[in-house]
């Protein structure tokens, strides 16, 4: 017998209205200074269906900006913008978390104007879109370690930011090869003080960022996203299964709202982390295969997950959990207007017609 993935799931203090989470999508559409404006209110409010909105990657300081465009939560104006957002959503009934995420090594000079810190001086392979064209990657800054509690505070008031725009919580970034995951990896992290060098060490730093963000605004209002032995942006970790235990072991006493694991293809072992965390988990499929509603209630009915986020076809269907209700056919995804741009292949996918 399937679990009912329409039905209310408690989530904590919150009701969501079902078990279908909207992935974290860049969507490089921030206003001036970075900060959301109506569109992205909009956007938002569409697709407020889910039963939890996590927003797209936004960084909570300007050196940690990782590409164009991408809404932050460091000034007051973003604050403005992004209260715009939550207003919108809670007015359409709907959740939103938004995802806090520092690039680290992903970044670039001619987007924010500083050089890229990460935990060692250890540069990506490849090229990074910086708004007037593709630039090799810089050789990012390591950061001391007397610096590490100031990127701590910064991720704390992002996280009080959020709050004060009305926004329901925040998910910590710790996947993808940003600044969190960047600590977890070894061939990212070869620092010799206590953050690095042993798993349980290189655990250190994100364990600090979540447990101070959790006294910040409330274990209950934080969740946080892994994507263990994920190669995205050039990352490769070497005891990924006794980094990801470690981490697990030490979040699991903050009581936090969720664990969000992305699968990759080189790892199975997702599931054995869900049985560890304490709490609520939240799956995706990432790049291994299709977000359907046949594979959500595969992954939630075998227990690797409490919820399953679906990414692209909520960028496509504003309504996509009627549908999937429904059975209805999605509208077609068009890629090419993915990342910025204006309202078209962002606000004006059509929802089914009453």
């Known amino acids: 017998m399937h679990i009912d993935l329409f039905a209310p799931y408690q989530l904590g203090s919150f009701t969501l209205k079902n078990r279908f989470v909207m992935a974290p999508m860049t969507r490089n559409r921030a206003g001036e200074g970075t900060a959301p404006t109506a569109l992205n209110a909009e956007y938002y409010a569409q697709r407020a269906g889910a039963g939890l909105i996590i927003t797209e990657a936004t960084q909570p300081s300007l050196v940690g900006q990782g590409y164009p465009n991408t809404p932050g939560l460091h000034t007051d104006d973003q604050v403005a913008g992004w209260k ?42 490849g090229e990074l879109f910086t708004g007037s064209g593709m630039q090799p990657y810089e050789e990012p800054r390591e950061l001391a370690t007397d610096e590490l509690p100031l990127i701590v505070a910064q991720f704390v008031d992002a996280a009080e930011r959020a709050r004060e725009a009305g926004l ?69 970790e070497t005891e990924t299964e006794a980094t990801y235990a470690a981490l697990i072991e030490a979040l699991n006493p903050l009581g936090l709202a969720y664990l969000h694991v992305t ?66 056919p999605l509208n077609e995804q068009r890629q090419e207007l993915f990342y910025g741009g204006g309202r078209d292949g962002y606000t004006d996918y059509p929802a089914l017609s009453r």
């Open 263 to 328: 699968e990759g293809p080189e790892t199975s072992f997702g599931g054995s982390l869900v049985k560890q965390f304490a709490g609520v988990a939240i799956f995706s499929t990432g790049f291994t295969g299709p977000s359907t509603i046949e594979t959500a209630r595969e992954a939630i009915d075998a227990g690797r997950g409490d919820l399953f986020a679906i990414g692209r076809d909520f960028l496509a269907n504003p309504d996509l959990v009627e549908r999937l209700r429904t059975g209805a």
């Open 168 to 236: 329901d919580g925040v998910e910590l970034h710790a996947a993808n090869g940003y600044l969190l995951h960047q600590f977890l990896a070894d061939n990212t992290n070869v620092r010799t003080d206590g953050y690095g060098g042993s798993p349980s060490s290189r655990v250190r730093f994100v364990v600090d960022v979540a447990t101070a963000v959790a006294q910040a605004i409330g274990a209950d209002r934080v969740g946080i996203r892994v994507s263990p032995a994920g190669q995205f942006n050039d990352m490769a």
């Open 84 to 125: 715009l957002v939550a207003d919108a959503v809670h007015a359409n009934d709907g959740m939103i978390f938004v995802q806090l995420m520092h690039g680290g090594r992903i970044g670039h000079t001619a987007i924010t104007g500083q050089q890229p810190v990460a935990p060692s001086p250890v540069a990506p392979a």
